[in-house]
């Protein structure tokens, strides 16, 4: 039985009778969340059927943007978790790395649309009577905007871990699991940190085609500040769609400042420095967090309790190093095989189940798709390089600042996390007054969810940049375009391909919403895949044949790409690039 001597216990209780104010809002705060998912819970039993949103009452919005948020947030925690076991599975299995790269540029770049409606029906039949179905289809839809540049990330960093590291895991013989927590796990942080503000924001994008889709005649919409939207713009409310607007900057306002500013401050003590000066970044909320007497309480209870050898537990108390034990090795590589054997196995079965839909397509559709493909190929490539123009330089100028890293993360936040879909009548409406045709509109639109990828790629290797070689070009008096084109063009340019790479998938994805849009009720298309995979799902009844062939195609170009292109400019960042080799 566990005890702790009286004496030290009425200390540690004496120590937090007198409550600041910051423990009393924990505390609210704490009540307020417990209550929350009380009401979260309420709305995933609930039965299942049609929702009436009341575009008159404002008030519903803090509730629908909660469970938004809430949505949201399960899906990056599902991301993480795939993140880190996907892309350790593919940097440490060359075996497997032939064909889950491959699986990944393909899984970044089917567009929602594609899975959406299978998705829905398959999780509604599973729960025919509750939310829950709905629930869960929502929330692996958001899943499918978070994961993929996170687990780039996360491969890339463990590809491109320093050769001095990993000589000190082999000299210290550290196991598996010491070295991707010692060593990897710390080197990767700053790239993931970034990446996965990005993949929130990513999530965002497709927001009201999440909450509020309909098939046919069926209503699968779900109470969220998504579909709040979609209605508002349904309807032409101007003002509720002020509202819902004001509702999500207040939810991405308070999400920067109280997750992901505290986390980008922690994430600078896993920088690799070399020496030389750096200021610190900062968090007020963080610094609150650390006057709270709770925490300390509850602090000083945990190291009393890892004290104690009764609850001693080796993940608390990292053990002494010791060799590699061979079987385990095996284990894992057994491990790995099976789980490489059951991924060829799931995906010669999709591939059989895909040839029987796609012999309904015609030679004709076949040739269409083709050249529509080389068609939006060009608008991804297009809107990739002119969001580098400016994401580049900004990115740099944020990330080499910490004190333009204090005052524009929440703006950049705010605008990258913002449903670009929910812009698109103003932008329409600027295009129709210009007499811009849809055609190259469409690569303005693509641009609007896919500059931010780059961005936040170029803000993490800004920051990640040694302080010392940054002395070294003040040393050297080197003017600020030298320093751009040997220094930080350089420094950057792992995580900008990273950045490339996501955002090319994005433009991909945001093809269908570009190149096919409703405006005051009318439809406006641009020839392209994204506008045949719409178009594939409007007719009644869709043509999932040719939806079908067109997901094929532009998974085929990607993977093509993504091959020769982007694999070239990844093997620049890891040989010739590198500040780590």
């Known amino acids: 039985m566990l005890q702790i001597p009286w004496g030290k216990a009425t200390a540690l209780l004496g120590e937090g009778r007198r409550l600041r104010w910051i423990d009393l809002l924990l505390i609210v705060g704490v009540v307020g969340v417990i209550l929350g998912v009380i009401d979260l819970g309420r709305e995933w039993s609930g039965e299942l059927r049609p929702i009436d949103i009341d575009l008159d009452n404002p008030w519903i919005l803090p509730q629908f943007t909660f469970f938004s948020l809430t949505r949201g947030l399960i899906a990056y925690c599902l991301s993480l978790a795939f993140t880190l076991v996907y892309g350790y599975w593919t940097a440490k299995d060359a075996r497997a790395e032939r064909v889950l790269v491959p699986l990944l540029d393909i899984l970044q770049s089917i567009p929602v649309l ?51 590291l990993r000589e000190v895991g082999q000299i210290y013989r550290l196991n598996v699991w010491q070295r991707l927590r010692w060593l990897e796990l710390p080197f990767a942080t700053m790239g993931l940190v970034w990446n996965s503000m990005m993949s929130m924001a990513g999530g965002w994008f497709f927001l009201m085609i999440n909450e509020a889709f309909r098939l046919g005649e069926r209503d699968f919409r779900l109470p969220g500040v998504g579909s709040y939207m979609s209605v508002a713009v349904e309807r032409g409310r101007v003002d509720a769609m002020l509202w819902a607007i004001f509702a999500m900057v207040l939810m991405i306002v308070g999400l920067d400042q109280l997750l992901w500013r505290p986390v980008v401050v922690w994430a600078q003590i896993f920088r690799v420095e070399e020496g030389g000066l750096q200021t610190a970044a900062s968090s007020w909320f963080l610094d609150w967090l650390r006057g709270s007497r709770l925490l300390r309480l509850a602090k000083r209870w945990l190291r009393r309790l890892r004290g104690l050898k009764k609850l001693r537990v080796g993940i608390l108390h990292p053990v002494s190093a010791k060799p590699v034990e061979r079987h385990r090795f095996q284990w894992g590589q057994s491990v790995s095989l099976a789980a490489f054997i059951l991924l060829l196995a799931a995906l010669v079965f999709g591939a059989w189940q895909l040839f029987h839909l796609l012999e309904h397509v015609t030679l004709a559709e076949w040739l269409d798709t083709a050249g529509a493909a080389s068609i939006t190929l060009s608008r991804v490539l297009l809107s990739t390089a002119l969001g580098t123009l400016w994401a580049l330089p900004t990115g740099l100028a944020i990330g080499l600042s910490p004190r333009l890293s204090n005052l524009l993360q929440p703006v950049v936040q705010v605008l990258a996390s913002f449903p670009a879909p929910m812009l698109f009548p103003l932008i329409i409406t600027f295009m129709n007054f210009s007499g811009i045709p849809l055609g190259w509109g469409s690569i303005l639109l693509m641009l609007l969810g896919t500059q931010w990828y780059i961005l936040f790629n170029v803000v993490a290797g800004a920051m990640a940049v040694p302080a010392d070689l940054k002395e070294a070009a003040n040393s050297y008096r080197l003017s600020r375009w030298q320093r751009f084109r040997k ?40 020839w392209g895949l994204g506008s045949q995979i719409s178009l594939a799902l409007t007719e009644a009844p869709p043509n999932f044949p040719l939806l079908a062939a067109s997901t094929l195609v532009m998974c085929v170009v990607v993977v093509v790409f993504n091959r020769t292109v982007w694999r070239y400019c990844y093997h620049l960042a890891e040989k010739r690039f590198s500040l780590n080799k």
């Open 487 to 526: 220094l930080y063009v350089p420094a950057v340019f792992p995580f900008l391909v990273t950045g490339w790479v996501t955002a090319a998938g994005g433009a991909w994805n945001a093809s269908i919403v570009s190149e096919f849009v409703t405006f005051h009720g009318e439809v406006q298309t641009a």
């Open 114 to 164: 594609s899975f959406l409606p299978g998705l829905v029906l398959v999780f509604v039949a599973l729960f025919p009577t509750t939310n829950t179905g709905l629930e869960l289809a929502a929330i692996l839809m958001i899943f499918t905007g978070q994961a993929w540049n996170m687990t780039f990330s996360f491969y890339h960093s463990l590809r491109s871990v320093p050769q001095d």
